[in-house]
């Protein structure tokens, strides 16, 4: 090959690569927490019943002396301060050690306890303009989940995430209801009024 060319093909070979390399990037690019309140602007209603579930105050139960029962017959300290202990927080707060996600109860009090984001995905890119907004409410689902939306919640998303063995608390003869749990322990559930498909 002649130098020449040899210098056009070695180009283009470097320019698809370096498409290639951008578009493998932002697929596995993270997207990043944005917060409860990011939220509730436009879900009041399950934002209001959510807050009175276990889910949004499953950050308390790592105080000291909550919960002496039950800490003591897993065969935990109840006397000790679990809120900083990284072994505790990934279940009881939403998005640690992630992008954006839950570092600590003083620098993001908006991600202490199990929020709309562990469950539903961390909204960073699915929450812009052309997604799910006011002004696109008859969003295609299939395009915001491919942005990081997670719709619908079902049994795999709770025992994949957090309804398993690697909590103190989990029993092996109790499998988990998802149904049961689905009513007592995300949000009350309404109707979508717009088409998604
Ligand atoms: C700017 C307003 C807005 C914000 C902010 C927003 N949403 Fe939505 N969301 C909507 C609209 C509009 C719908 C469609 C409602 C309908 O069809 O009745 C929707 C629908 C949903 C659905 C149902 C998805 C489906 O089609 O199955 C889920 C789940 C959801 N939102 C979660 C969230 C979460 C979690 C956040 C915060 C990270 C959030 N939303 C932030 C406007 C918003
Ligand atoms: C893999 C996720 C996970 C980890 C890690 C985890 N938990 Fe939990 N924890 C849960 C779940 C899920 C429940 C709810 C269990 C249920 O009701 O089915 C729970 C419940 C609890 C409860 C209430 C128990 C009761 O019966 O009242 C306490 C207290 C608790 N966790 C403390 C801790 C502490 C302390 C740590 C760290 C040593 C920890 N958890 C680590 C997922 C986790
Ligand atoms: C513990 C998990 C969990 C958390 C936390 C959670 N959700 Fe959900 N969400 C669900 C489940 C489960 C469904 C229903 C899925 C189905 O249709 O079977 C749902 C459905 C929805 C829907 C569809 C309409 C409806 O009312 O069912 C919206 C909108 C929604 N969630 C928004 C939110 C917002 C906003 C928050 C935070 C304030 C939140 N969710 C927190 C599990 C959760």
């Not at 040899?6 to 997207?31: C, H, N, P, R, W």
């Not at 900083?84 to 908006?110: A, I, R």
């Not at 919640?153 to 109790?174: A, I």
Request: glycine residues 8%.
């Amino acid at each position: 090959m002649k130098p020449k060319h040899f210098s056009i093909v070695m180009g283009a070979i470097f320019i698809l690569t370096g498409t290639l390399f951008s578009q493998d990037e932002k697929a596995s690019a993270e997207y990043s927490y944005i917060g409860t309140n990011g939220c509730k602007k436009c879900h009041l209603k399950q934002y209001r019943s959510w807050e009175e579930t276990k889910m949004a105050q499953a950050f308390d139960l790592l105080k000291p002396g909550e919960r002496a029962e039950a800490k003591k017959s897993a065969g935990l300290d109840p006397e000790k301060d679990y809120t900083k202990d990284s072994e505790c927080v990934p279940c009881h707060t939403t998005g640690y050690g992630k992008p954006g996600g839950f570092v600590s109860l003083e620098k993001t009090p908006e991600l202490v306890g199990v929020g709309c984001e562990m469950c539903h995905g961390a909204g960073s890119e699915y929450t812009k303009e052309q997604y799910m907004h006011l002004k696109n409410k008859e969003y295609k689902l299939e395009e915001v989940v491919k942005v990081g939306l997670v719709s619908p919640v079902t049994g795999e998303t709770c025992t994949s995430l957090c309804h398993n063995e690697k909590s103190p608390f989990f029993k092996k003869d109790q499998p988990f209801d998802f149904s049961q749990r689905k009513d007592e322990g995300t949000h009350e559930h309404f109707s979508l009024k717009y088409k998604h498909e």
